[in-house]
């Protein structure tokens, strides 16, 4: 019998995503592999290397000595009972929906599918992507889902660097293409999560997950849109958001900032409306927020300009520091960052940029390389304007008041007399 008879999962993608679904998997008991087409990500791996901040080395040391294995051969996926598809689906450089590498993975999977085998797909897409474009790509090679192989979908809900919300505590949703494979998947799940939550079909549950984070989309965009009508009318934005915030029903708060970054809050609304758009349909809400959040790097360099000019500078010559540069708080994690646009929009201006941030070793806009400061401190005293664009750890222990310059504050976290919140 060959080795590969033995194999209870396969993970196909070992980001941020499914390198966390394998580590809960070995946890479990399954016999666990991965697999993923980035040799460095795998090589790392298999010397007992983590490139998430969420799992440690310490960590893959335990899967290792579990059995778990990474490959770049899709080889390792024949025989496995379980193969679960975490491959990213971002936008194209056009800021179009990019499925090319969920269909690229899928093909894979396609050419090692025997009978018998649960495909899952976390990967986030529109609505009838998993019976439209994933299960015909699956079927080509004669077997039929529901019949002689298991289909199924459940959204990823990874929140990188939430210590309390994790993979098994997150309630799981899951969907299949039939009864029956909604109850292998459900079945599989059960063996990794808390809570299985069973939605109605697959279009259900590619709709829950891009309802998530349109939710979340949206509500930024309506406070990042008062906010800057409080800011032209001479309205402390944070103190109206903290008295909100004292309603215990019928508001939940978000809060402003310099627009929105990640692998899902400024993607997965895209992907809604796109297929929506091909279907005759207009999510006039979803363009709305669309507008303001593309708006709000450029309203970040208008006030940076302004608070240059009123410290006597020179926009087209002042050296402007940004301060954190990833996504989301404490993670290196920069994909769709908002920094980048603020980059753009303060360069647009003549500004000579740095930046500093103690997560990201590099910063490229548009293929050139920002400097990096050396230190936080360096950068409260070599600029003419930082701009505060992460909440990061570091940055709460701050002494702003030491700064040589003004702090533009885009997220209201920081206190002193340096300080100007957006």
């Known amino acids: 019998m060959g080795g590969h008879m033995l194999t209870e999962l396969a993970v196909v993608g070992l980001g941020y995503v499914g390198l966390p679904l394998a580590r809960r998997a070995c946890e479990a008991g399954l016999a666990t592999v991965g697999y993923d087409i980035g040799a460095d990500v795998v090589d790392g791996l298999n010397r007992g290397r983590s490139h998430i901040e969420d799992i440690t080395d310490e960590d893959i040391g335990a899967m290792r000595a579990a059995g778990f294995r990474a490959a770049t051969d899709p080889a390792v996926l024949a025989g496995a009972h379980t193969v679960v598809v975490c491959v990213p689906t971002g936008l194209t450089p056009a800021g179009e929906p990019d499925l090319e590498p969920l269909i690229a993975a899928v093909r894979t999977v396609a050419r090692h599918l025997e009978p018998g085998t649960l495909v899952c797909v976390e990967s986030t897409s529109h609505p009838g992507t998993t019976e439209e474009i994933v299960r015909p790509l699956l079927e080509a090679g004669g077997l039929r889902a529901g019949e002689d192989f298991h289909l199924a979908y459940s959204p990823e809900r990874i929140d990188p660097g939430n210590r309390h919300y994790t993979l098994r505590t997150t309630p799981k949703v899951v969907s299949g293409s039939t009864r029956l494979c909604a109850k292998h998947a459900t079945a599989f799940y059960e063996r990794l999560v808390d809570e299985v939550v069973v939605a109605a079909g697959t279009r259900e549950a590619e709709m829950a997950k891009l309802l998530e984070n349109a939710y979340r989309y949206v509500n930024i965009a309506l406070v990042d ?34 627009g929105v970054g990640g692998h899902c809050i400024p993607v997965d609304p895209r992907y809604l409306m796109t297929r929506a758009a091909e279907q005759g349909f207009t999510f006039r809400t979803l363009g709305a927020a669309r507008a303001v959040l593309d708006a709000m790097p450029e309203h970040v360099a208008d006030r940076a ?23 989301k708080a404490d993670i290196s994690d920069t994909r769709e960052s908002p920094a980048y646009p603020v980059a753009r929009a303060l360069g647009a201006f003549g500004a000579r940029l740095t930046y500093h941030d103690p997560y990201v070793g590099r910063f490229e806009v548009d293929g050139v390389p920002v400097p990096r400061q050396r230190s936080r401190e360096r950068a409260l ?42």
């Open 225 to 258: 849109e008062i906010a800057v009508y409080c800011d032209r009318v001479g309205i402390d934005i944070w103190d109206v958001l903290r008295c909100a915030d004292t309603k215990p029903f019928g508001f939940s708060g978000f809060r402003p900032g310099p």
């Open 305 to 327: 300009r302004t608070l240059l000019l009123a410290a006597g500078k020179d926009p087209a010559h002042a050296r402007v520091t940004l301060l954190g540069v990833a996504y």
């Open 381 to 422: 005293t070599d600029s003419d304007l930082v701009v505060l664009l992460q909440e990061h750890a570091e940055y709460r222990s701050a002494d702003w008041d030491a700064a040589a310059c003004p702090v533009l504050d885009t997220r209201g976290t920081a206190e002193g007399r340096r300080v100007v919140r957006l």
